[in-house]
């Protein structure tokens, strides 16, 4: 078997011994995947799993290096059923050593034993930075060697995550204030910041939520800004990898229907049950019952699944002759549909039934019922059975307002999150009203461009604002990222929400009156210049207690420093604190959300900062 170029990246678990050493463990079953891993379980096992390998395999851990270190490998733990394995370890391609597995035959079971090397005898110096340690099996039979863990010693330093070493991070990055735009002296430390954060591994997931609470404020500033590092890069397109699939609602494959029993299965919040039911036996047909029960999330969590229709998609395996398939599904409404029947008469094609929106409740009773009838002497199996959300139409936009350097469109939604709210928008310059609104949306002209405009507000109707100071020269757009959701929401909502019964806008002024559904108001005046987008909020009529409801609600997304819509807020420009971490509360009159480390998520999406005046 020729050599295999296989990369892993495993996890690293650090045990400090002192302040200059540290042991580092190097767990190669937690690796990511790769073409041909082969995982398996073993009991005795440090994290009871190996990574199985065989002659002309090479596997690759990297690692970055807090600081410069001498690196030994003291122990490969493996083991072996068979001849002996000859295995050579490498760092950056200076070889430190072999190891030779111990040879023993005893039909599997000395699989299950684990050996230690020993230290190789030899060490390398490395600099700071990102490393690579190789391991290849040089010599082996056909059964292979399985590898348990590495243990490393570093003279000084430790281990970090290898994705750290490509962080170009500013340590100087800070946003000051003086009295005068703080009102420190005058409204002392009356905003609260809260932390109702939550990690997640999407990046397309707004997992930070911060509700900012006051005593009594009436006049506050939002403002966008152009980040303060320095980024070549405008990457803007989402990213939905570790992401809950955008479509599919679930997935089932391989129910072989021929069973002679019930058979109940369970994958995840799905239980599928299987009922061969009685067979005709003047004409040799024999049917099956295939109920299907799931969960869905709703608009409690934010989501539309449990709203929105679907696309149920069946394909059968092992087809000789027609099979006939009826459907029904169970819901919101606690019962049964009619059934709709289909003619299947191939393999491996997609026949599909359609559920009307609205059909599905939140949480847990959705069901669905095929009865697929066929001869019996037919081996019937369904090789997979997909439930997919339907496809979202468009968003209908209509421009209300364009004298060449502001435009103003209103936008409806397919199925805004929001079921049955929508909000009316009145021009105040013709007094024109727009019904069935989603959100609104205002442009700019750019000055350095004969034709083009750009976003610089958006307002839906929870109350959400997207707020993006002007494109910068040379470039066409740039992305949002961080928004903040203005008027009272509930803090302890996975997806807060402010609506909004009616808006009121000046195109020329661009002020807007906002009137909420729960009978708040405000004053809105929007100001735009070439590096920063501001929102002066004034005259605030508050319909709830400021002490329980707070109405202004910073809402990102952060993943890991480098993969982040925010990573820092600072606090009056005295204090900076990670985003998600070492804080529950915060006190103070101006707070800036912002980034220290160059993002690969909305690069050049603006820094946040609120400023509570008075």
């Known amino acids: 078997m020729g050599a295999l170029p296989y990369t892993v990246y495993a996890i690293l678990l650090v045990v400090s011994e002192s302040v200059q050493a540290s042991s580092v463990v190097l767990e190669a079953e937690n690796a990511v995947h790769f073409e041909g891993k082969q995982v398996v379980s073993r009991l005795n096992a440090s994290g009871q799993a190996t990574l199985k390998m065989y002659k002309g395999q090479t596997v690759s851990f990297e690692f970055c290096l807090t600081t410069d270190t001498k690196l030994e490998v003291q122990n490969l ?3 072996n059923d068979g001849k002996s394995d000859l295995i050579t370890v490498t760092v950056d391609d200076t070889k430190l050593g072999e190891v030779l597995t111990q040879m023993q035959f005893k039909s599997g079971e000395a699989w299950n034993i684990f050996k230690p090397s020993g230290p190789l005898g030899s060490s390398v110096y490395l600099s700071e930075g990102k490393h690579k340690l190789k391991l290849r099996v040089k010599k082996g039979d056909k059964y292979g060697v399985e590898i348990d863990k590495i243990e490393l010693f570093l003279q000084n330093g430790q281990l970090k995550n290898s994705s750290e070493c490509m962080l170009l991070c500013f340590d100087d990055i800070s946003y000051n204030y003086s009295i005068a735009d703080t ?9 609260r910041l809260v932390q109702k954060s939550r990690p997640t591994l999407c990046a397309e997931e707004d997992n930070v939520n911060i509700p900012i609470f006051y005593d009594s404020a009436r006049k506050f500033i939002i403002s966008a800004n152009h980040p303060q590092y320095m980024a070549v890069a405008n990457n803007r397109m989402p990213d939905w990898e570790n992401c809950k699939m955008a479509q599919s609602l679930w997935s089932l494959q391989d129910i072989d229907l021929s069973q002679a029993q019930r058979v109940t299965l369970t994958s995840g919040v799905d239980t599928i049950s299987v009922t061969p039911l009685d067979t005709d036996m003047q004409s040799n047909l024999t049917s099956y019952e295939l109920i299907i029960e799931f969960s869905l999330d709703g608009p409690s969590l934010g989501m539309m699944d449990s709203e929105t229709g679907s696309i149920i998609k069946v394909s059968f395996g092992g087809i000789i002759h027609p099979v006939d398939v009826s459907m029904q599904y169970f819901g919101r409404w606690s019962q049964w549909s009619e059934s709709t029947s289909k003619t299947i008469y191939s393999n491996k094609t997609w026949d599909t039934w359609k559920v009307p929106d609205f059909t599905w409740r939140e949480g847990q009773g959705n069901s669905i019922r095929l009865i697929i009838t066929a001869l019996k002497i037919e081996r019937i199996e369904i090789e997979e059975i997909v439930m997919n959300k339907r496809g979202l139409a468009m968003d209908q936009s209509m421009m209300v307002y364009d004298d060449g350097m502001t435009i103003i469109e209103v936008v409806h939604m397919d199925l805004w999150w929001r079921i049955n709210e929508t909000m009316t928008l009145k021009t105040l310059n013709d007094d024109r009203v727009f019904q069935r609104v ?3 949306r205002i442009y700019r002209k750019i000055p350095w461009s004969e034709n083009n405009f750009c976003q610089v507000f958006v307002m839906y109707q929870d109350g959400n604002v997207r707020l993006l100071p002007i494109t910068p020269h040379g470039l066409d757009w740039i992305p949002f990222g961080s928004s903040i959701l203005i008027g009272h929401s509930d803090p302890m909502a996975v997806r807060p929400a402010a609506p909004l019964r009616h808006a009121e806008i000046d195109p020329k002024e ?4 906002l009137t909420y559904l729960d009978g708040s108001f405000l004053f809105l005046k929007l100001n735009v210049t070439l590096n920063e987008t501001m929102v002066i909020l004034s005259d605030v009529v508050y319909a709830r207690s400021l002490a329980s409801y707070p109405f202004l609600t910073f809402r990102s997304m952060w993943v890991a420093n480098g993969n982040t819509d925010v990573d820092h807020v600072s ?4 204090e900076t604190h990670p985003i998600l971490s070492g804080w529950s509360t915060l006190r103070g009159t101006a707070f800036a ?9 909305n690069t050049l999406s603006p820094d946040i900062r609120v400023n509570i005046i008075d």
């Open 183 to 191: 009102g420190v002296g005058r409204n002392i430390s009356r905003g």
């Open 593 to 601: 959300f912002f980034r220290k480390c160059i993002s690969k998520h």
């Open 571 to 574: 606090v009056d420009g005295l």
């Open 510 to 513: 661009l002020t807007i009156k």
């Open 77 to 79: 733990w493996y083991s």
């Open 438 to 440: 989603d959100y609104f």
